[in-house]
């Protein structure tokens, strides 16, 4: 059997987003939550072929387009990696928003994008970059210390910005892109330390001094399949965001640029309404690529190398 799947790709500050436009399982017209589970129990595999090798790598976050549940929205979509489902994906929904451009299905203003997370806005601006209002984001406990095997006890916030975030400042690392497997190492084993009371955490967040003019810190994110972050990662941003609003250490309406590892920068700013706080996130996004996967079974690895491949040949 072989199917295509019709993909276009774009980065958002260095993250790749892969959205599938065409040739994607239906998964029936639910509540996007609902749309997620069918997904995942009854076509990982086409998540896994996808994103993962050899069509794909760990960094990429695959979207997948559709009709929206929430009629007051343009458009749905459910966000994967290498290893599951994000329920939100600040990068990918700019990354989104560019591709939806692309097409010509927006042209400018505010389109509203359906997530698992909830509804979504998406601002086109003039000069081509893309503002999303991301869902409320918060600061679940705070100066959380976690005794993190061979590297001491560190601190940090968990929150909620679309992911569930670990924030650590206190950890001593340089953040260099040439220590990459290095951070990813010590990231690694924060989370695996810090799971043992918040088992929701799967994102880790570095915090430290930013290099780029204008920024005001620089951070290393430590996705949940162990890929790091390019991007200065949207949902890790706005729980930044509202753990330093907790602080009374940012107001609303003021500017916060997150560098990534890499360099590149997002803005930032909350908006707080009815006691809640909605990040805005504004980055550029470029269209790179447009193509048709082929899915073909005879391929040993058409979806994707992953681990059951490996027990499949031992
Ligand atoms: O930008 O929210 C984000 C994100 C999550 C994982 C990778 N990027």
Redesign the pocket.
Same mark, same amino acid.
């Given at each position: 059997m072989s199917m295509r799947i019709r993909v276009i790709d774009s980065h958002t500050a260095g993250?790749p987003t892969r959205v599938i436009v065409a040739g994607a399982p239906d998964l029936g017209n639910g509540p996007m939550t609902e749309r997620l589970e069918r997904f995942r129990s009854e076509f990982d595999h086409i998540r896994s072929a996808v994103v993962n090798e050899p069509r794909g790598n760990d960094a990429i976050?695959g979207a997948l387009l559709c009709e929206p549940f929430d009629r007051s929205c343009q458009a749905g979509v459910i966000y994967f990696?290498n290893v599951g489902f994000?329920k939100?994906?600040?990068? /990918?929904t700019i990354g989104l928003a560019t591709t939806l451009r692309h097409m010509g299905r927006i042209a400018g203003g505010t389109c509203r994008i359906d997530t698992v997370a909830g509804p979504v806005e998406a601002r086109l601006n003039a000069n081509g970059s893309v503002t999303i209002r991301n869902v409320a984001s918060y600061r679940k406990a705070a100066g959380v210390a976690v005794a993190v095997p061979g590297a001491g006890t560190v601190h940090g916030d968990v929150a909620w910005g679309?992911?569930w975030f670990f924030l650590v400042s206190d950890h001593g690392q340089e953040l260099a892109f040439e220590r990459l497997e290095e951070l990813t190492d010590y990231a690694w084993r924060i989370r695996q330390a810090v799971n043992v009371e918040h088992p929701e955490v799967d994102?880790i967040e570095l915090f430290g001094r930013a290099a780029a003019a204008g920024a005001h810190s620089r951070n290393f994110?430590l996705?949940p399949g162990k890929a790091y972050?390019r991007?200065p990662? /949207?949902?890790?941003t706005s729980a930044k965001m509202a753990c330093l609003y907790a602080d009374g250490k940012l107001r609303a309406g003021e500017v916060w640029r997150q560098e990534s590892i890499v360099g590149s920068v997002f803005d930032g700013l909350v908006e707080v309404e009815d006691g809640k706080i909605y990040p805005h996130i504004t980055g550029f996004a470029h269209v790179n690529a447009e193509a048709d996967l082929i899915l073909d079974e005879r391929d040993p690895f058409c979806y994707g190398i992953q681990p059951s491949c490996a027990q499949a040949t031992t």
């Open positions: 993250e976050v990696n994000l939100m994906c600040g990068h /990918g679309g992911n994102h994110v996705c972050d991007s990662c /949207g949902t890790g």
